[in-house]
């Protein structure tokens, strides 16, 4: 059952929200839909992967929370809200569509994002600095069926957690901490994305793809990246001074990572 629309109960200026996965299974649409309505924003970044293709084509799966979904995010557009749409490689085919607005939503193949302290960042996806996607789509194919096994087994595993009282937590997310490679790749990925950055001559990057939020500095460039709604449940935001948060959404509200003070944002009460 979707969660009933409230008062929006925080304001930021941005919001970062990438990977959600609608007509995946392990799309984490309820807390997602709590959060756009515990919030208001200015600008709303879309930062790909919004709707799976992927696994729409092997199988249609669309339930009444995944249409919420879609028609708060439009609803927020048309209230006023700037909503910016950079597709990733699960929605790869509205790449198409880059430049045009559907709907009061601007869709862009990349977008420079300025904080209000006056920092310049470079938002994408990701896909395109993924070294397996680029060496080999058969390796990617495996590394989804794989990926897709975990998810479902986290489903029924946090179905139990819920039963005997206990939050969410994710399988994946604790495997990518753990296996040596997933670290490898994780730090290979984001120092790629950081010299992207600093290539252009800008402060930092706003990214997602590989579910793994994160608030780093790699050699003076600030790496964010928002995370997802399969695995975390992480959005990024920016304040009203260009202070950047990274906030986990689920039975339990928090900030998990963040630049500058933040006891401004009593996260925890926001249920």
């Excluded at 990733?88 to 869709?107: K, L, Q, T």
């Excluded at 005997?164 to 753990?178: E, M, N, Q, T």
């Excluded at 990246?225 to 695995?231: K, L």
Aim: with cysteine.
């Amino acid at each position: 059952m979707s969660p009933t629309p409230s008062k929006p109960v925080f304001r930021f200026r941005s919001i970062f929200i990438s990977d959600v996965h609608l007509g995946f299974r392990g799309c984490s649409a309820d807390y997602l839909l709590d959060f756009l309505h515990s919030v208001e924003c200015d600008t709303l970044y879309l930062v790909g992967d919004i709707i799976d293709m992927w696994s729409l084509k092997r199988s249609f799966f669309w339930p009444q929370e995944h249409n919420n979904v879609i028609r708060t995010i439009l609803g927020k557009a048309k209230a006023g809200t700037r909503v910016i749409y950079i597709p990733g490689n699960h929605d790869s085919v509205f790449r198409e569509y880059c430049g045009m607005v559907f709907g009061n939503v601007e869709i862009h193949r990349e977008f420079v994002h300025e904080n209000a302290d006056g920092r310049k960042f470079l938002v994408l996806h990701g896909d395109e600095f993924d070294s397996v996607i680029k060496a080999s789509p058969l390796l990617e194919a495996l590394g989804n069926r794989a990926y897709a096994f975990i998810l479902k087994l986290n489903r029924y595993v946090n179905f139990f957690r819920r039963a005997f009282g206990f939050p969410y937590w994710s399988i994946a997310a604790f495997l990518k901490h753990k296996v040596k490679n997933a670290v490898t790749y994780i730090a290979n990925f984001e120092r790629a994305l950081a010299d992207e950055a600093k290539r252009r001559n800008l402060d930092g990057i706003i990214c997602g793809h590989i579910h793994r939020a994160e608030i780093t500095e790699i050699d003076g460039i600030t790496y964010c990246n928002d995370g997802d709604w399969v695995e975390s449940c992480t959005v990024l935001t920016e304040d009203d001074e260009g202070r950047m948060s990274l906030l986990r959404w689920t039975e339990q509200k928090q900030v998990v990572a963040h630049t500058g003070m933040v006891a401004t944002l009593p996260i925890g009460q926001a249920a």
